[in-house]
């Protein structure tokens, strides 16, 4: 089992459709993949679809000691399983958090409970910033992709996400890799200057694939679909084909 908390230190980088979409990559090429959803924004599900209209199960409902991940799975009709963060309401997400809080290998533990295949793809979505839910998802990754836009908003928040990901990873004591995702890339020339930026300042740990700007992204959400299955031969499915086969490569070397 391989899992892959996706990141960002600041939000609207589109970290939830790279994740999707990652996935489903994933998927397609014949491996087992689970996505979990541990924002409260509870965004997923508008990308995987599969769930009946007024669901309020997920993730954030387990508070049970002996509650089981798969207790909270769905299967999405794109080749996936996944977990939504739910919706239990305030006083349940609060609940929730006070257990991530006291226990940092809660999810850690859930994941290994939950005996995944040897070969599964296990993908953490998590809110953007500081929060429990990335301390439980460095706790429980083997690897870490951090998403930013082209700008240079993303590229000032680039020490923060450094210094969230160093934190984190002492309190868990594990040697947690990590790599950059540029996302929505363009040719306007203040965009190329900051990925000039961005490539000066990550060396190799940023991802040599840009996801490309592209307005079927957008509508393939409207639809309820990765852009994966609604465009594959768009230009922003086809940067996500080669990031995926540039990870697994990467991840195969390591293990």
């Not at 489903?24 to 679809?49: F, Y």
């Not at 200057?193 to 000066?200: E, S, T």
């Not at 990550?202 to 991802?207: H, K, P, S």
Request: charged share 20%; with cysteine.
């Amino acid at each position: 089992m391989i899992v892959i908390a996706i990141v960002s230190a600041k939000g609207g980088v589109g970290k939830t459709t790279i994740t999707a979409n990652l996935g489903v990559g994933m998927a397609q090429r014949g491996l087992p993949v689970t996505i979990l959803d541990l924002d409260p924004q509870n965004a997923m599900q508008w990308h995987l679809g599969g769930l009946e209209q007024g669901e309020t199960n997920g993730i954030s409902l387990l508070t049970a000691a002996r509650a089981k991940l798969m207790d909270a799975c769905f299967t999405s009709p794109f080749g996936v399983d996944f977990l939504p963060y739910g919706n239990g309401g305030e006083a349940q997400r609060i609940r929730f958090e006070q257990v991530l809080e006291k226990q940092d290998t809660w999810l850690r533990k859930k994941l290994q409970a939950a005996k995944l295949p040897g070969n599964a793809v296990v993908l953490l979505d998590t809110p953007p910033g500081p929060s429990v839910y990335l301390q439980q998802a460095i706790h429980a990754a083997d690897f870490l992709l951090v998403v930013v836009l082209a700008d240079a908003a993303s590229y000032s928040t680039l020490p923060e996400m450094e210094e969230l990901i160093s934190t984190y990873g002492q309190r868990s004591n594990a040697d947690v890799g990590s790599a950059y995702i540029v996302n929505q890339g363009s040719q306007r020339q203040l965009a190329q200057d900051v990925l000039a930026l961005i490539a000066d300042r990550l060396g190799d740990r940023m991802v040599p694939f840009i996801v490309q700007e592209s307005p079927q992204v957008e509508e393939a959400l409207a639809y309820e679909r990765p852009v994966l299955e609604y465009k594959p031969d768009n230009p922003a499915a086809l940067s996500i084909q080669k990031i995926i086969d540039w990870l697994l490569t990467g991840l195969k070397k390591q293990r």
